[in-house]
Every structure is written in structure tokens, then in C-alpha cells.
T-cell receptor, first 113, second 111 residues
């Protein structure tokens, strides 16, 4: 099984719909992240969480919300999807400290029509 | 958060060494330098990290300047499978550190 699992892997939806992207990890790490990737823009941080009770906004949190249901689960929600949220979304986890490496999921491709 | 600067793209030939540069002039004393790469249609994967001394692993080598304001990821013999976007990021491990990525360097490997 993959260390970080994202569902769904692909989703097409319409403007105004609510969408949830789910992420679960088996590494036992406290820290979890959601990133967005657009062509030519690299990875941009949406939200990050250091434990179940600690959630923080990243670079581009507007239009998104998150929920840390358990240490292993971190969900990203788009309350009312819009076309410019069409992107590839990655979840990641890592251990604490400056040497902890990030483990990424395979990505969730979201298309908003 | 300290930022990194990388060239947008680089090109190499197969079986030749590749040196991927990264500038981080505002690095602090507690920042570790991490490198990740993203193969086509995949999530990023860890490559290597270091603090002050040069580091080697099975994937690559990391050369860190004495003043730590720059570093270079070295692929000793590039293969077609090394074609990817390479990201250099800084990680202090502090309680509020965000781990932000830039645009990275797109490496093209020619056969």
C-alpha cells in the first residue's frame, strides 16, 4: 500500500458544487500538507497541519477549507468550486524536525467546468 | 521564510554529469537544504538533504557552498529517467515552518 493515498484521483465537477479531496497516510507522521500545482507555477501550499488541533493557512488558502479528522487523515474541501480551481492537488506528510522528508501522494486531478 | 532561486530549465545529454544550482542567499543557520524531484505524472519525491557538509546518496550528491548561500545537486550520470522538475527548498524544522516550493528547474535529458 502507498504511504500517502489520495481520493479521488480524478474528478470532474461543475461550478458551484462542493468537492472534498481526501488524504490518508500510513507513515504515522504528525505533519500533513495540501499543495496545488498549476502548469508552470510549481507547487503552492494551500494548508498545513502539525497535529489534529493545529491547522494553518498556506500561500493560497482562499476558497479552500480543510479538516484534520485524525492523525492519519487530512481532507481538503472546495465549498463552491470555480473554474480557476482546476488543478492538480497533492497531499504530503512528513515527520517533524529539519531533516524529515516529505512523502507525497500521487495527486488528485480536479476539473471544474 | 527564506527563499530559493533556481534556473527555469536545464538540458543535459545522457550519461553526462548534471549540476543543478540553487541560490538561497537568505538562508539561516538552522535551515537544512532539501532537494526533491517530480517525474512526469507523479508526485514529488525526496532526493537528498544537507546542512553544511557535502552529502552523497544513491540518487545524487549535494554540494553546499562554504557560506551556505548556494548549493548544487549533482547527478553523476544522467539517464532519461532523470528527466524531471527538480526543487530546492529550505527546512528549518521550526514549529511554524511552511515548506514552500518554487517553480523548480525542468531538466531535459537528451539521448
Amino acid at each position: 500500500d502507498a504511504d500517502v493515498t489520495q481520493t479521488p484521483r480524478n474528478r470532474i465537477t461543475k461550478t458551484g458544487k462542493r468537492i472534498m479531496l481526501e488524504c490518508s497516510q500510513t507513515k504515522g507522521h504528525d505533519r500533513m500538507y495540501w499543495y496545488r500545482q498549476d502548469p508552470g507555477l510549481g507547487l503552492r501550499l494551500i494548508y498545513y497541519s502539525f497535529d489534529v488541533k493545529d491547522i494553518n493557512k498556506g500561500e493560497i488558502s482562499d476558497g479552500y477549507s480543510v479538516s484534520r479528522q485524525a492523525q492519519a487523515k487530512f481532507s481538503l474541501s472546495l465549498e463552491s468550486a470555480i473554474p480557476n480551481q482546476t488543478a492538480l492537488y497533492f497531499c504530503a506528510t512528513r515527520s517533524g524536525g529539519p531533516t524529515g522528508e516529505l512523502f507525497f501522494g500521487e495527486g488528485s486531478r480536479l476539473t471544474v467546468l | 521564510d527564506a527563499k530559493t532561486t533556481q534556473p527555469n530549465s536545464m538540458e543535459s545529454n545522457e550519461e553526462e554529469p548534471v549540476h543543478l544550482p540553487c541560490n538561497h542567499s537568505t538562508i539561516s543557520g538552522t535551515d537544512y537544504i532539501h532537494w526533491y524531484r517530480q517525474l512526469p505524472s507523479q508526485g514529488p519525491e525526496y532526493v537528498i538533504h544537507g546542512l553544511t557538509s557535502n552529502v552523497n546518496n544513491r540518487m545524487a550528491s549535494l554540494a553546499i557552498a562554504e557560506d551556505r548561500k548556494s548549493s548544487t545537486l549533482i547527478l553523476h550520470r544522467a539517464t532519461l529517467r532523470d528527466a524531471a522538475v527538480y526543487y530546492c527548498i529550505l527546512n528549518s524544522g521550526g514549529s511554524n515552518y511552511k515548506l514552500t516550493f518554487g517553480k523548480g528547474t525542468l531538466l531535459t535529458v537528451n539521448p
